[in-house]
T-cell receptor, first 115, second 113 residues
Framework: KAGVTQTPRYLIKTRGQQVTLSCSPISGHRSVSWYQQTPGQGLQFLFEYFSETQRNKGNFPGRFSGRQFSNSRSEMNVSTLELGDSALYLC??????????????FGSGTQLSVL | QKEVEQNSGPLSVPEGAIASLNCTYSDRGSQSFFWYRQYSGKSPELIMSIYSNGDKEDGRFTAQLNKASQYVSLLIRDSQPSDSATYLCAWGANSGGYQKVTFGIGTKLQVIP
């Protein structure tokens, strides 16, 4: 079974641009969660999607948005990029969403650098 | 106040020793707790989960949960150089009717041969 696939692996953008990241979950998984990872803040929760609906959202500005398609693939978008958005963006899939009996499977991440 | 407090380390232990990793959390509504391991340049992977007070053992790993004191710990017995990684504690709690998993900053463990 293929794992969680994130594309692209690396991205270099300049301030003010926008970026779209993609995540394909493990086949059969309906939940996709997105996290931002930085050395100083660790893993910060962005949002979680299940069956095309956003069920939870972290404390990030509105510049960060996401969506999920009917095949469970998810995209996140960051508009008007700032230097502080430079980070590793990880997505994680699970069958029915985060929970006591649910294991999160992480993708390899997209390393975003904002110049 | 951060939701999860975790010493970022690094924590250095000699090979064969017991490594003890700790994490405190602030939300008494937390229901489930997890330990993820992340090797440098890799993505996190789940190694242990625990939901009830007490100890849970899996091979060389033991997770301990004390809800009254709001801490969760991970013991690694007979530490090996291959255990060198960052260990992330995480907890799940209801948010808007669904679980949200929050992570600590992670503790970097170095096992010295």
């Amino acid at each position: 079974k293929a794992g969680v696939t994130q594309t692209p692996r690396y991205l270099i953008k300049t301030r003010g641009q926008q970026v779209t990241l993609s995540c394909s979950p493990i086949s059969g998984h309906r939940s996709v969660s997105w996290y931002q990872q930085t050395p100083g803040q660790g893993l910060q929760f962005l949002f979680e999607y299940f069956s095309e609906t956003q069920r939870n959202k972290g404390n990030f500005p509105g510049r960060f948005s996401g969506r999920q398609f009917s095949n469970s693939r998810s995209e996140m978008n960051v508009s008007t990029l700032e230097l502080g958005d430079s980070a590793l963006y990880l997505c994680a899939s699970s069958l029915d969403g985060p929970g006591p009996n649910e294991k999160l499977f992480f993708g390899s991440g997209t390393q975003l650098s904002v110049l | 106040q951060k939701e999860v407090e975790q010493n970022s380390g690094p924590l250095s232990v000699p090979e064969g020793a017991i490594a003890s990793l700790n994490c405190t959390y602030s939300d008494r509504g937390s229901q489930s707790f997890f330990w993820y391991r992340q090797y440098s340049g890799k993505s996190p992977e789940l190694i242990m989960s625990i939901y009830s007070n007490g100890d849970k053992e899996d091979g060389r790993f033991t997770a301990q949960l004390n809800k009254a004191s709001q801490y969760v710990s991970l013991l690694i017995r007979d530490s090996q150089p291959s255990d060198s990684a960052t260990y992330l504690c995480a907890w799940g709690a209801n948010s808007g009717g669904y679980q949200k998993v929050t992570f600590g900053i992670g503790t970097k463990l170095q096992v010295i041969p």
